[in-house]
């Protein structure tokens, strides 16, 4: 409202919404609608570009946050194509190291995610995106850290940034699906249950993490009904979508229901060669993943082209 009340910037009424629409996107990313945030993100970049230097710079920011959008939601070759159309005198800011760590890290390219977290460096105070940034590198210590020094920051980053994690916060959800990941991916599933505890929203990003537990606690059924409710929300909550197709797919073949487990596999594979993304798959326990690729020749194709 103070924005849009500024006489001095009646002469450029675009650049006045670009703004607007900018922080509208912000306003919505911290509540995870991405959907929302993307639309608006897209809105503040389109009537932003066009202009000088100093106003492309606008354009550019809102560029990278739709990147970090598409990201996180999963759509990996959208927010690759986002990064590349930006110029190369293009701000570096947080949103676009933080894209460009994520697209990476679902690439499973550990090469490339370590050379933009490393450029993350220290955040400034204030740094919206913040738990986004801590969420990359935690995500890059998952799957090539040392698990005990990966344990370890996952507690600091707890205890660091314990004053901002407020019940239902954007940071809150996702440290909680890091340290219950961690937690899965070292064989500790009754700490990966205390933590999802802390989490007393009903969101995609948790489902994925109590469907993930609820199978390796050998529960299909239970995982089953976390996966439906997850994938009920897909419109408006593109995050963990191939994820939950993916865990979708094994609880079947658990529950020997091998006819819909394949149909949920390569729906799930579909999904994957569209997006670049493969993580999912990766966290799979081995023998799940050797059964699901003996259940067609495409799975078995797929397994051995990533070699996961």
């Known amino acids: 409202d103070v924005l849009l009340a500024t006489d001095d910037m009646i002469d450029q009424p675009s650049l006045v919404l670009a703004e607007a629409h900018f922080q509208g996107g912000m306003c919505r990313l911290l509540g995870l609608d ?4 993307r639309e608006s993100f897209h809105r503040s970049a389109e009537l932003a570009r066009g202009f000088d230097n ?3 710079q606008c354009a550019a920011r809102a560029t990278a946050a739709l990147a970090l959008t598409r990201a996180l939601e999963g759509e990996i070759e959208q927010a690759s194509a986002l990064l590349l159309a930006l110029d190369a005198d293009a701000m570096v800011d947080t949103s676009m190291l933080v894209a460009n760590a994520l697209v990476a890290i679902s690439r499973m390219n550990p090469r490339d995610a370590r050379h933009w977290i490393a450029q993350l460096g220290e955040l400034r105070d204030g740094d919206e995106f913040w738990a986004f940034a801590v969420h990359a590198g935690n995500r890059y210590g998952l799957y090539w850290g040392d698990p005990v020094e990966t344990d370890s920051d996952l507690d600091r980053a707890w205890a660091e940034h314990g004053d901002r994690l407020v019940a239902g ?3 809150q ?22 933590a999802l505890d802390q989490a007393t929203v009903r969101n995609t990003w948790i489902s994925v993490c109590r469907a993930r537990l609820a ?11 976390f996966i439906l409710e997850g994938q009920g929300r897909g419109r408006t909550e593109r995050h963990g979508q191939l994820d939950l197709a993916v865990l979708r797919a094994a609880s079947e073949h658990a529950l020997d229901r ?7 596999l390569l729906r799930a594979i579909n999904k994957s060669n569209r997006s670049g993304v493969v993580v999912p798959f990766h966290l799979l326990p081995l023998e799940t993943l050797g059964s699901l690729a003996a259940l067609h020749p495409d799975a078995e194709a797929f397994v051995a082209r ?3």
């Open 34 to 37: 991405l959907v929302g945030a």
């Open 54 to 56: 100093a106003i492309y």
């Open 169 to 171: 916060s954007t940071a």
């Open 173 to 194: 959800v996702l440290l909680t699906s890091d340290a219950a990941d961690l937690a899965l991916l070292l064989g500790q599933l009754p700490r990966a249950e205390a």
């Open 215 to 225: 199978l390796l606690a050998g529960n299909p059924k239970h995982a089953l009904l």
């Open 258 to 264: 091998d006819e819909d487990a394949t149909a949920s």
């Open 306 to 308: 990533h070699g996961l």
